[in-house]
């Protein structure tokens, strides 16, 4: 597999695919190889192979979220609809529950596609199980803000600058806020 890498880098894609390949003959469960395999699919205008390879990922490895969300990344940019992306998501959410990454996928998502109030449902879903990741309850307070509750997203930035006082994040965000608020 990091053969494989090395010739990915140095753009060997033929080289590559077959590392790959032997990485996946010697652990068949080695997902970055499948992922890398299916990159090259992609470079390759080769959607629906790096899709099928993924699928088939998935059936092997139900329990891989990474692999979800590797499926979801790939549909969303191949055009698929949106439901067909927040069911794939929502998939890799029941398989993790305690991994924040398929749920702030899920909630850029929405907020890309102006889904508001779906995105803060979501949000505040991923709080409730998981409360102590800043990720999240950024999240959170992106949604809160884009839903127009002004008021609670600066309350969650001010949260969040409060546990990450090395950030600049939260201040950036409560700056937006406040911008969008005309203070």
Do not use: C, W
């Amino acid at each position: 597999e990091l053969q494989g890498r090395v010739h990915l880098f140095r753009k060997d894609y033929v080289a590559a695919r077959a590392a790959f390949d032997q990485a996946l003959k010697l652990d068949p469960a080695m997902f970055a190889a499948t992922a890398n395999l299916a990159a090259l699919d992609v470079l390759e205008k080769k959607p629906d192979q790096a899709q099928r390879r993924l699928e088939a990922s998935i059936k092997a490895e139900p329990r891989n979220h990474t692999a979800y969300l590797a499926l979801a990344q790939l549909r969303g940019r191949e055009g698929a609809p949106m439901d067909e992306v927040k069911r794939i998501l929502s998939e890799a959410i029941k398989v993790a529950p305690s991994e924040a990454s398929p749920r702030l996928q899920l909630i850029d998502l929405m907020l890309r596609k102006r889904q508001y109030k779906d995105a803060l449902v979501a949000a505040q879903e991923a709080l409730a199980a998981l409360p102590g990741d800043l990720n999240v309850l950024d999240a959170v307070g992106r949604a809160q803000m884009e839903a127009g509750d002004v008021e609670q997203a600066i309350s969650t930035f001010r949260r969040v600058a409060g546990v990450d006082q090395k950030s600049a994040l939260p201040y950036v965000r409560l700056a937006d806020v406040y911008k969008a608020a005309g203070k």
